[in-house]
T-cell receptor
Framework: DARVTQTPRHKVTEMGQEVTMRCQPI?????VFWYRQTMMQGLELLAY????????DSGMPKDRFSAEMPDATLATLKIQPSEPRDSAVYFC???????????????FGPGTRLTVL | GENVEQHPSTLSVQEGDSAVIKCTYS??????FPWYKQELGKRPQLIID?????GEKKDQRIAVTLNKTAKHFSLHITETQPEDSAVYFC????????????FGQGTILTVHP
């Protein structure tokens, strides 16, 4: 049963430190999404990639967040410097290549719970 | 861009009753509508989805209906069980937001034994 994996699962850090979160999409999936989930804002899309190219990162604070996909098996989300308001659960999701006009679903990883003190 | 509204925000039912969660969307070009269930501390998991070329889809105790004219879709859970208690999210994509899901705010469903 193929699944999206994320590391670390939990991260506690101090304000100002750099945080790197990693995601391994399901093998063969060519679309990767990064979401942030908080009680107040729900599920927010931060950025997404197709075939490793960034398609949309309009949901991401550009001054401190960056997302990359160095190869087909790894996506990263970095926060530098981190702030307490970044505390949230960060989910990665991957999806297969859309076929025609139909859009296939996204499969979520277990998330990284980030706490910035 | 797409906007998805979900209601109610909380829903409490007795075991065995039915539960209905409704969502509306704004982009008439949207063509794919999944529903996710998220248990406490877990990842969102797809439970059912529907594409714009059908009006209804069922999978055991859950069903989803879609009204493209009115731009709304609903999740129906029959014979609810305590393990159905979770947060449920609807989402929409397609058209101008191809490949990018826009989620509703979620519904906290509590099933009382």
């Amino acid at each position: 049963d193929a699944r999206v994996t994320q590391t670390p699962r939990h991260k506690v850090t101090e304000m100002g430190q750099e945080v790197t979160m990693r995601c391994q999409p399901i093998l063969g999936h060519n679309t990767v999404f990064w979401y942030r989930q908080t009680m107040m804002q729900g599920l927010e899309l931060l950025a997404y990639f197709r075939n490793r190219a960034p398609l949309d990162d309009s949901g991401m604070p550009k001054d401190r967040f960056s997302a990359e996909m160095p190869d087909a098996t790894l996506a990263t989300l970095k926060i530098q410097p981190s702030e307490p308001r970044d505390s949230a659960v960060y989910f990665c999701a991957s999806g297969p290549r859309p076929s025609g006009r139909a859009t296939d679903t996204q499969y979520f990883g277990p998330g990284t719970r980030l706490t910035v003190l | 861009g797409e906007n998805v509204e979900q209601h109610p925000s909380t829903l409490s039912v007795q075991e065995g009753d039915s539960a209905v969660i409704k969502c509306t969307y704004s982009d008439s070009a949207s063509n794919y509508f999944p529903w996710y269930k998220q248990e406490l501390g877990k990842r969102p998991q797809l439970i059912i989805d529907i594409r714009s070329n059908v009006g209804e889809k069922k999978d055991q105790r859950i069903a989803v209906t879609l009204n493209k004219t009115a731009k709304h879709f609903s999740l129906h859970i029959t014979e609810t069980q305590p393990e159905d208690s979770a947060v449920y999210f609807c989402a929409a994509t397609g058209g101008t937001s191809y490949g990018k899901l826009t989620f509703g705010q979620g519904t906290i469903l509590t099933v009382h034994p």
